[in-house]
């Protein structure tokens, strides 16, 4: 039996490792399966070693007094959880790291983590227990390289060392035993050593397990990739509590009280912490920390058994919450679009009874029935009193969603998660006490364990409770900066120790105006940054749009410290495959240089030989902190921007004191308390922040006097303030132009003032005067003989001398962009000046789509399945309106940026829906109940314990089923969704409704806007006659699991936001009988027998759905005969597509499946390329580009200029639909690379476009962001990225297109760009 | 106007019970138009009245009013009343805001019957 044990072992341990290396050998379909195999095989094995051990003794590999290892029921366990978690995280991971330039280094560490946590649990001896559980800490800081890994390296180096010392006693007093004998020998030492022994082995679990000091490393990983973060906080940190475990007969009760006390601690302030959090990430480490604390609580009590069946629920929990963090948006979305909640309700009590008692009562009896009420397993039986009550108290706050019957079934619900929550650990404890015998805990440990599960329980009462939390409130207040500041990344080192402060000066009014203009005028850098539940983006270079393009290039440069030009192995690439050719840079330099007697030849020699030399920088704008203490203006970017996170996020459990009177003013009500003086080491600095002046601007202008800027570099000073983090600032700036209720514009100045106030103190002062600026290199790097050998020439010196001087070398770049720009432009006009295609002569249908480039291709495979035209508008259909889901509690501005809505249209019952409209309704409010108390639970101080117990492994199945198969997990969870909310039909109620006092908005529409409208949307598409009748408007939108960049995918012309609500209005105001009698008098006939159809185009999935609701039955049978059509033309869509995504099949049968398990698959960040490479805007006839393969990078809108006689609509369009359409080209660069970070971490790190900052796509802050934007330079990346995609040379390839991002123009310049004829390129 | 002749306008708006005020009137780009109300704001300018989609001719050339489906490239037009004591603070935000971008300002007397409105 022992050989076949001796295999199971082994191949449970190198499983991961395997398929790591596996993994990270490539993308390929084979890899990925073999490793998945793999993975599994060792799961496997694991199991079936558990299934040996619980039905038999527990196994001993190798020799009996120093075994190689040990399977005994714990180790089985834990070795089960780590091969079982690092599957699922290896097969996320994989998928989630597609195209990542770390992806192999990651992968192999990720395996190596695991099987290195895997041999921890299986060790045989304490030495190699010690040795498994060193080179674990080694894989992490492989892991964590780029992520904070310097500082958590050096913490959890520490950590080892402690326990290493302990071990070494153990081992020096008694030898290297057996680790099942492990307590008895440490058990056996005397007891001054036995205790520091046992105080060094505490140490070190409490450094693993991020307690207390130690626990700092665990918040520097919160950068770490989400599969790295969710298998440190699953399988690494469980180590700590592991080898307490296991040590627990043989420590001395002392040292378990001080494992009590760490652990009490930590569930006491990081559980508090939690709710101090506004990223996801972030709360979630706290609440790891606090976890692992409940962990070091139960050891301390002498149940170590509990504590590992602790150890293995958390893991399961945490992991899948990871996991799933990038879903925290699309909860965001859900709250704002499900029924709100019914006011109070009219019976709480009853309610709270009914959903409450149950689950009490039959704890009860079970408590009494088996004997539960022990002392023992009294916590127990708190945990899950607390958990219903508390998940009760959730459900009970949106109580009057329930019926009585609803409120019945919820207490089942609670009841039999409690019980739940009992079963599992009672029989966890019985399953593992064989191998971890009880303990008798001292008295302080059992006193620590009571006070900490009292005070538990009063705070859950309190916070229940309004009376008692109000009066709790200055408390709270006085201790929020201190806990708020635990959950901070930790600072760097500052070169001062002392902290000066500013000092007061005379008030000078007129002043503080100046200054207060200054920053709004310094805040025009950044442009607004929406949140990423409507994802907009605007241009980058939106605050440089009165300069000449290449002077704001150069400046958002060097102000951003990012060089924003193609680089020039792209553009070499791009000559030597001829894409760009001679004729282009001819072109280029014919239109961007002066004049020049040089012949054309050299000049072009001195473009390509720039191409071989260090292309020059501009110097980098740096602040006078950057300058002075680079430190310290690292150390105020990470507090700001927490400081700004927190004090925006409104949903979170405990917010700022303060926090109404203004962001400069809550922030020095907390620094003028908090932390961060102890942990940079510094004195006087809470008191130099308490002594600030009340004003911001004051204050700008006292810290700009301490740091010795003087009044003529002022200017440039805000403005690299500003830009220092442009997600935070561009946020603010949204949020005070474009949000409702929102903070004022002022808040830039508040902002300028806290990152000012905070550097001029962190300065140490009297730092000496500035160094002198270098004198920039001014040597040309192109060498004349280069010139010369690139045109062809020899022997011209002076020649080859004129022609370098003729182009400076700081405009070479530009002038390489001209020509890119050129040979895209020089190819598409070729494709579109071809003989017109007329299309059908009547066509069975028309189809409008959004002139978004991705309607490109299944409009161009729609026309070749039949008969149809189709036509592009902006895809918001001319509806400006804020729309609001059925009896919703929030509305979405569902219009372009750039316009204000003038309308609020909400949904209703269709005729004869009402009742399945009502019943969906009451199941909607019934599950966002549910989704409440759930996190009510997760994040209240008093219950994620048993929560985590309960929910453990249900979660972790349902994560190993949406990594394993994502297409059935999909599926399953739509069935469910239909099940339990089924669908009804909902219609936008577009009538008008006369004003009412606090309107904000015109509630729906009156018919003459109707008719305006309708009038302004067929003017400007050119479709005033020969309707179809059929008339088909589709709005488009994405679809993406687990993915915050999800409305990114959507359409832009809604705001970010899915364009069928605004289709829908839009058809539903054209097929009235007034709104037609409307046009009619404007000379508009839709015939009668025109049906006007909605549809929605599912970009991600290619995939158009009519309306078939609203079709009469005379239309029928041409609906679906169109909507096989547009099945088949999405099917080709999706094979030409799915050429393009990296991991996609190549066959054309496979693509459509390909690209909805893509859409489906949470660990999928890239579920399509969405704007990634688009490059132009044709407004003309359909006739032009009818048939032509623009391979979907090509904006189209439809416009008649016959129909256009004074250039209205052309006006229209060129003003609406381009600028919006230019803000795209930008976004959806940016969806597909921007990381999202809580500037906490900015890194400057910007990886290619197959990369696009995965590192921290799943950091959602306070459900917005901050996000951080996207080096603007990431366009052409995205480009360069996609090509690569393809492959090169592919069909339809146009030139690559580096974003150029022009700025929204004056009317006048967009006119002169007509010049090309009815075309606009 | 003379020294005599403004003395002479405001007893004779003394007579109608009408108080002096100062008036400003703002025409900047939309997207400037909260930094204008800041500052008014800021300088304890209690209300104003705001006037999106203004259009006209200037150093720039034409500026068109109305663009359908864009509010954010349009003038907008700010009109505040305030006291003389208000003003100093407003110029000189004003003053540093338009120092880099185009806009102007004009300021007047006018006359007003309800001063604590505008105080």
Not at chain 1, 135 to 154: F, K
Not at chain 1, 449 to 471: C, D, H, K, M, N
Not at chain 1, 1011 to 1034: C, D, I, Q, Y
Request: hydrophobic share 50%.
């Amino acid at each position: 039996m022992t050989p076949v044990l001796t295999v199971l072992v082994a191949i449970a341990l190198a499983a991961p490792a395997a398929a790591g290396i596996v993994a990270a050998l490539g993308e390929r379909a084979i890899l990925r399966r073999l490793a998945a195999t793999l993975a599994v095989v060792g799961v496997a094995a694991a199991a079936a070693l558990l299934g040996r051990v619980l039905t038999s003794d527990p196994v001993r590999l190798g020799d009996a007094d120093a075994p190689l290892a040990i399977v005994d029921r714990l180790s089985a366990v834990v070795l089960l959880l780590s091969v079982g978690l690092s599957a699922i995280v290896l097969g996320f991971a994989a998928r989630y790291l597609d195209g990542d330039r770390r992806r192999a280094g990651l992968l192999v560490g990720l395996g190596a983590a695991a099987t290195a946590a895997g041999a921890t649990a299986v060790a045989g001896t304490l030495a190699s227990l010690t040795a498994a559980w060193i080179v674990t800490t080694l894989a992490v800081i492989w892991l964590l390289r780029g992520a904070g890994a310097g500082r958590a390296a050096g913490t959890l180096l520490a950590g080892d060392l402690a326990l290493l010392a302990g071990v070494a006693i153990i081992i020096d007093r008694v030898g290297d035993v057996p680790v099942d004998r492990f307590g008895d020998a440490a058990g056996s030492l005397d007891s001054g050593i036995g205790l520091v022994a046992g105080a060094l082995l505490v140490a070190g679990a409490a450094v693993r397990a991020a307690q207390l000091g130690g626990g700092g490393w665990l918040i520097r990983t919160v950068g770490a990739p989400t599969p790295v973060s969710a298998l440190l906080h699953a399988g690494v940190v469980n180590a700590g509590g592991y080898l307490l475990i296991r040590a627990t007969p043989g420590i001395p009760g002392e040292a378990l009280v001080l494992a009590a006390v760490v652990g009490g601690i930590s569930v006491l302030v990081c559980g508090a912490a939690v709710l101090t959090r506004p990223d996801v990430k972030g709360g979630l480490v706290m609440s790891t920390r606090a976890q692992m604390g409940f962990m070091l609580l139960q050891i301390g009590a002498g149940a170590p058994a509990a504590a590992a069946v602790h150890l293995v629920a958390h893991g399961c929990f945490k992991a899948t919450l990871f996991l799933a963090s990038g879903g925290a948006i699309d909860g965001v979305r859900r709250t704002r679009d499900t029924p709100r909640p019914l006011g109070a309700g009219t019976r709480p009590a009853l309610t709270a009874a009914l959903v409450i008692l149950p689950a009490l009562a039959v704890l009860a009896v079970v408590a009494v029935a088996g004997n539960l009420l022990a002392a023992t397993a009294l916590p127990v039986v708190v945990g899950a009193t607390l958990l219903a009550t508390r998940a009760g108290s959730g459900l009970v706050e949106r109580a009057a969603a329930l019926t009585t019957g609803g409120a019945a079934g919820a207490g089942a619900g609670i009841a039999v998660l409690t019980l739940a929550y009992v079963g599992f650990v009672e029989g966890g404890i019985a399953v593992l006490s064989d191998a971890v015998p009880e303990a008798d805990p001292m008295v302080a440990a059992t006193a620590v364990i009571a006070t900490v599960g009292a005070l538990l329980v009063v705070l859950a009462v309190v916070r229940s409770l309004p009376g008692p939390r109000r009066r709790l409130a200055p408390a709270a207040e006085a201790l929020y900066p201190t806990v708020s500041s635990l959950g901070r990344p930790e600072p760097f080192r500052l070169p001062t120790r002392r902290v000066t402060p500013l000092p007061g000066a005379g008030e000078n009014r007129p002043k503080r105006q100046r200054i207060r203009a200054q920053v709004a005028r310094a805040a025009d850098v950044v442009p607004p940054l929406w949140p990423l539940s409507t994802f907009v983006a605007v241009n980058p270079f939106g605050g440089f749009d009165n300069e000449p393009f290449e002077d704001g290039m150069r400046r958002a440069a060097a102000l951003y410290g990012a060089d924003m030009m193609p680089s020039a192995h792209q553009l070499a690439e791009a000559w030597r495959t001829g894409q760009i050719t001679g004729a282009d840079i001819d072109a280029a330099l014919a239109r961007d240089l002066p004049e020049t007697a040089v012949p054309s030849d050299l000049l072009r020699g001195v473009m390509l030989a720039a191409l071989d030399t260090p292309r020059p920088t501009p110097a980098p704008v740096r602040s006078r902190a950057e300058r002075l203490a680079p430190s310290a203006a690292r150390i105020v970017d990470r507090e700001v921007a927490d400081v700004v996170a927190c004090w925006l996020d409104d949903r979170a459990g405990w917010s700022p004191p303060a926090r109404a009177a203004g962001l400069y003013a809550s922030w020095r009500h907390t620094a003028a308390r908090d932390r961060l003086a102890w942990r940079l080491g510094v004195r006087g600095l809470r008191r130099a922040v308490a002594a600030l002046p009340d004003d911001p601007a004051e204050a700008i202008d006292l810290a700009l006097a301490r740091l010795g800027v003087p009044d003529g570099e002022r200017d440039l000073e805000l403005r690299r303030q500003m830009a220092r983090l442009p997600g935070t600032t561009g946020y603010l700036r949204y949020l005070a132009t474009h949000s409702r209720g929102g903070p004022s514009i002022g808040v830039m100045v508040e902002l300028a003032a806290v990152r000012l106030s905070l550097e001029a103190l962190l300065v140490p002062d009297g730092m000496g005067p500035d160094t002198p600026p270098e004198v920039p290199d001014t040597t040309d790097p192109v060498d004349p003989g280069a010139v010369l050998r690139h045109a062809g020439r020899a022997g011209e010196p002076e020649a080859a001398e004129a022609a370098r001087a003729a182009i400076p070398p700081e405009r070479r770049a530009a002038l390489w962009l001209g020509a890119a720009e050129q040979a895209f432009r020089r190819r598409l006009l070729a494709r579109i000046d071809a003989l017109p295609d007329e299309g059908p002569p009547r066509p069975a249908a028309q189809l409008a789509f959004c002139i978004d480039v991705r309607s490109e291709g299944i409009r161009r495979h729609l026309e070749a399945a039949g008969p149809y035209a189709t036509l592009g508008f902006a895809g918001f259909f001319a509806i400006p309106m804020r729309f609001r889901a059925l009896e919703a509690p929030g509305a979405t501005d569902a219009c372009p940026v750039i316009l204000t809505p003038r309308h609020e249209i909400s949904e209703a019952p269709a005729p004869g829906e009402e009742h399945r409209v009502a019943h969906r309704s009451r199941r909607l409010r019934l599950l966002a109940a549910i989704e409440h108390a759930a996190h009510r639970a997760k994040d209240d101080p008093s219950s994620p314990y048993p929560l985590a117990e309960a929910a453990g492994l249900p979660m972790v199945v349902l994560a190993a089923l949406r990594t394993s198969a994502p297409s059935a997990a999909a599926r399953i969870e739509r069935w469910l969704a239909r099940r339990l909310a089924p669908p009804a039909r909902l219609v936008p109620a577009t009538s008008h409704r006369p004003a009412r006092e606090g309107d904000e908005i015109t509630i729906g529409m009156g018919d003459a806007e109707q008719v305006f409208w309708a009038e302004a949307m067929l003017k400007a598409m050119g479709l005033a006659s020969g309707f179809a009748r059929l008339l088909v408007l589709a709005g488009h939108g994405g679809t993406a699991a687990n993915n915050p960049h999800r409305a990114g995918l959507d359409c832009g012309a809604c705001g970010g936001n899915p364009g069928l609500p605004n289709a829908r209005v839009a058809a539903a105001i054209l097929n009235r009988p007034e709104v037609r009698a409307g046009l009619r008098e404007r000379g508009l006939d839709l015939p009668d027998d025109t049906v006007v159809v909605s549809a929605l185009h599912d970009t991600t999935l290619d995939l158009v759905t009519l309306d078939l609701d609203g079709v009469p039955a005379t239309h029928m049978e041409d609906a679906l005969r169109l909507q096989e059509h547009l099945h088949a033309a999405g099917r080709a869509a999706a094979a030409e597509r799915a050429l393009e995504l990296p991991g996609a099949p190549r066959t054309a049968e496979a693509a459509p499946a390909h690209v909805r398990a893509r859409a489906a698959d949470w660990a999928q960040i890239r579920p399509e390329w969405a704007l990634a490479g688009c490059g132009a805007m044709v407004v003309g006839s359909r006739e032009l580009t009818r048939g032509r393969n623009l391979g979907r990078r090509v904006f189209l809108h439809s416009y008649d200029q016959a129909l256009d006689p004074d250039d209205a609509a052309l006006a229209v369009i060129l003003t609406g639909p381009l600028v919006v359409a230019v803000l795209r080209v930008d976004g959806g660069a940016r969806c597909l690379r921007l990381g999202v970070e809580d500037a906490a971490q900015r890194h400057r790190r910007h990886r290619g476009a197959r990369g696009p900052g995965r590192r921290y796509p799943h950091r959602p802050a306070g459900a917005v962001g901050p996000a951080r934007r996207t080096h603007p330079a990431s366009a052409p990346a995205a480009a360069r990225g996609r090509r690569r995609a393809r492959g090169e040379g592919g069909a339809g390839d146009l030139p690559p297109n580096p974003a150029r991002s022009p700025r929204p123009r004056p009317l006048g310049e967009h006119r002169g760009a007509g010049r090309h004829g009815r075309t606009v390129v | 106007m003379s020294h005599r002749d403004e003395t002479t306008e405001a007893r004779r708006m003394a007579a109608h019970d009408l108080v002096r005020m100062a008036r400003v009137e703002i025409v900047a780009r939309g997207k400037d138009s909260a930094s204008v109300q800041d500052i008014l704001r800021s300088s304890g300018v209690t209300g104003w009245t705001a006037l999106s989609q203004a259009g006209g001719f200037g150093h720039s050339g034409y500026h068109e009013a109305r663009l359908l489906f864009n509010d954010h490239d349009a003038l907008s037009l700010t009109i505040a009343i305030m006291p003389d004591e208000r003003l100093d603070l407003v110029l000189a935000g004003l003053r540093a805001l338009f120092e880099d971008r185009s806009g102007v300002f004009f300021v007047a007397d006018t006359y007003v019957s309800r001063p604590e409105y505008f105080a």
